[in-house]
């Protein structure tokens, strides 16, 4: 069995939101979707798009997965319906967002599908998702922007408060 390294992006706004990254992080191991290496730590960060809405917690985990990108996926969005997750309008609130970062060696697998962008498209532009991957994997080079991560974080502008929630486990 081939294991595939993977970085995922975790958030949420509804309800205990730490209490409900942590679960999504039970249910991704206990359901052997990802074998986690490195958890960052928990960020309370301002909603980015619509902000009438409750502060994230966000962050980010390091693991292996033997699923392709696209079972990998299935599986996240598996955990996200588990969890209670309704789709609402683009931005909105969420109890839990679980989202594929990065794929295969190094992150240097690239999916380009109408379902699944990997590296995830937007993540060169968000400070919330920078700053816990470079906590836990700083010299990871984007396979498209050819940067690392830290470099990527470094030329963004500071935008939107991101406040250190809790330590890592």
Known sequence: MVLEEVILGLGSNMGDGVANCEEAVRLLSERCVVT????????????????DQN?????????????????????????????????????????????????????????WGEDLQIPHKMLHRRRFVLIPLVEIAPSLVHPVYRQNVKTLLRGLPRDGQIVKRVKKQ
Request: some cysteine; overall charge negative.
């Open 36 to 51: 986690i290496t490195a958890l960052s730590s928990w960020y309370a960060t301002e909603p980015q798009g619509y902000r």
């Open 55 to 111: 502060w994230f917690i966000n962050g980010a985990l390091c693991g292996k997965t033997s699923l392709s990108p696209e079972g990998l996926l299935f599986e996240v969005k598996k955990i996200e319906s588990y969890m209670g997750r309704e789709e609402t309008f683009r931005w909105g609130p969420r109890i839990i967002d679980i989202d594929i970062l990065f794929y295969g060696h190094n992150g240097e697998t690239c999916v």
